[in-house]
Every structure is written in C-alpha cells, then in structure tokens.
C-alpha cells in the first residue's frame, strides 16, 4: 500500500520526560518503521522555531516560552501557534493528522485539519486535575475550572474524525464529561522486549519502585509512609525516579521518618539508567490518583514485575487482582503497607506475579497500537466511518 503521510501534533515530545511525549515518540517512530513520511509539531525545545530530523522523524518545533510555574516546561501561546500551525500544515500538506492534544498547540492544528477537510484523530492523554498544581487557579474554583476544561476539551475534540484514549475508563471520561459519544480505547502500546530483565538476584535486598512526576496527584508521600511502616524484619529498599515540584518536600519527609539510608530519590535519569533501575526493581507501586493509562506501570511489568497500584482512574485495568499485583484504596497507608511487606518478604509470590505481569502487558504489544492507528488513517482516507466493537 501506498506511504502516508501522517502529521502528528504534540504539545510535549521529547526530550521532555512524562507519559504522553514518550507516546507521541512511540508513535511517530514505529509510523516511520512501516515506511511513512512522519512530521512531528511540537513546541521548540529552544524556544525558537526549529527544524531537525530525530529518529527519521521530522520535528517542526514552534515558537515557545518557558512556563513561568515550570521552567523546564516549553508552552507556545495561543496568538503564535494558531497562525504557525496553520502555514505548517499547508507546507507539509498531510494526509492524515493526529493530534494528542487540544490547549494551544493542538487547538491550532485542529482547527487548521478542520478547516481544511484533512482526515483528524484526536487522542486524550489531558486530565484538568493534573495541572491544578501548575497553574494558578484559587482552591475554591478549581471545581469550575475542570468542569469548563473537560467541556473546552469536547468542543475541540469534536471536531475530529475520530477520538481515542488509551484505556476504556479515560474514554469513559471523554464521554462523561467532555460530552464525546464516539470515543474509543486504544493502549499506548509498549515495546515489552525492551523491557524484559533477568530477575534480582536471589541475595540482593528487595527494591520498591516508583517512576513518574513528582507531583501531588501521585501521592509518592503515601508510598513514603507506607515504606516507613514497613515490620523492622523485613530488609528493602525504595527508589524513586522522577522529578518535580514535591521533591524536596518529599526528600524532607523521607528524611524524617528516619528513611535517608534506605530512600534513594534518583530524579531525572538516561533511558539506559531507567532500564537498570526496572531491572534492579523487586516490586512496582504506583500511588497515583490520576493516570489515564500509566507508561511507567506497564514498562515495569514488561521487566517482569509485580505491581501494586492505587484503585483508581485507569489503573485497574492493568491490575489482576491477586494475580499480578495488588490494588488498594487510595489514602490506605496502612493497606499499603500490608501489600508491599507480603510481597517484599515473599520471594516466590514476586516471581509468579512477575511472570502473571508479563502475560498481561502482552495485550498491549506495541506493534498492536500501530496496527490500530495504521488502520484509522487508511479508513479515515477512503472516508469509512470507524466503529469500534469491545473485545
């Protein structure tokens, strides 16, 4: 079949380092790997508007600002991206555009794709709530604030052909409260070889890990506890791997619990780092309240570990429940810890619910994902409607 060629909208990419960059990368090199043209539009790492190759993809960066609440964040402001997005989507003159986002960058895109008649996918990694700490919005209208976002979210997305997220419960957000009727679940998809470790050895102290933002909706300060509480005979350890602007609150509270032998807060780490340190890792957690999927989650169960994760948001689908790993209730510190002391002291439970981890992180095969896609923008092309049957 012919090449496409497919422009992908971000509003994060790499280098930047969180769960919806690192998809968008995914995404645009595996299209590449089956022989199309793949432009990416994304903020300038530099604030200037740039051009490069990277990964034989085609990174068109538009002009930026540093964020003033997170300086290592790059934003672009509405009355740059709007005109910037709409020359580039002429010049490169796609045939298909796939947008993961819809505040600025995004919208641009998708209002030039809509008026335009260019085929549009919209996928959804934005949840309102996750940026309540990086943005100045007063405690008492925060409420208001994510009703009006989720809506704004509906009004742009239901410009598009076709609208995914990456679980069948952030599409049950699209539905419930942006107002979208036809959305539908596609995995981000994981390259699980990648991942895939020989297992700790057998004398090593157990190592607890976490991977993501350090930010309050991640709740690494329950995982702190819950470690502390931990009965004085079992021997571990706990890494955490990320950065952000509840680190040094977090290093504080670690300390004070008497914890700075055994916590190792690790911050911003290389890909080969983050390989080695799933390699090193005897058990996963993830606290978090707010994860539409959870990259980190599933790139540890791909390295053949047992995971313990919050009861919420899109987290139990990638928990079988006794099987794999453990949910508990959020805020439970003390479930929490029975978790983690009945798998830290348990090293036969570790191996039969890390080699459960990697029969469920096989459904979400990378290859999978691409094919999806794939198939969206040859239908979307010969104008097919996209239905979307449940397994």
Known sequence: MKPLRILIAAETYPPAV????????????????????????????????????????????????????HPDFQVCMPWEAGPATATLLEEIDPDVVHTQAHMVLGRGIVNAASRTGRPLVATNHFMPENIAAHAPIPKPLQRLFYRMAWRDLGRVFGKADAVTAPTPR???????????????PVSCGIDADRYRAAAPAADAVPTVLFV?????????????RAF?????????????VGDGAKRADWTALADSLGLAARVRFRGFVSE????????????????????????????????????????????????????NGWLYKPGDVAEL?????????????????GAASLEVVAEHA?????????????????????LYRAA
């Open 18 to 69: 969180n769960g919806a960059a690192r998809f968008a990368e995914r995404l645009a090199i595996g299209m590449v790997g089956r022989g199309h043209e793949v432009h990416v539009v994304a903020p300038s790492v530099t604030g200037a508007p740039s051009r490069h190759l990277q990964d034989g993809v085609v990174v068109h960066g538009i002009k930026s600002h540093k964020y003033f609440m």
């Open 170 to 184: 952030a599409v049950e957000l699209l539905t419930g409260k942006a107002g979208l009727t036809d959305a539908f």
């Open 212 to 224: 993501g933002r350090m930010d309050q909706e991640k709740r690494v300060d329950e995982l702190i």
């Open 228 to 240: 502390a509480a931990l009965p004085a005979g079992i021997a571990a350890d706990l890494e955490i």
């Open 272 to 323: 080969e780092e983050l390989l080695e340190a799933y390699a090193r890792a005897s058990v996963f957690c993830m606290p978090s309240i707010a994860e539409l999927q959870s990259l980190a989650s599933l790139e540890a169960m791909a390295a053949g570990t047992p995971l313990i994760a919050a009861d919420a948001m899109a987290l139990p689908h990638l928990v079988r429940q006794g099987r």
């Open 337 to 353: 810890t029975t978790r983690l002391a009945a798998l830290l002291s348990d090293a036969d439970l570790r191996r039969r619910m």
């Open 366 to 386: 990378i290859g999978a994902t691409l094919d999806t896609f794939e198939g969206i923008y040859r239908k979307l092309l010969q104008r097919e409607r996209i």
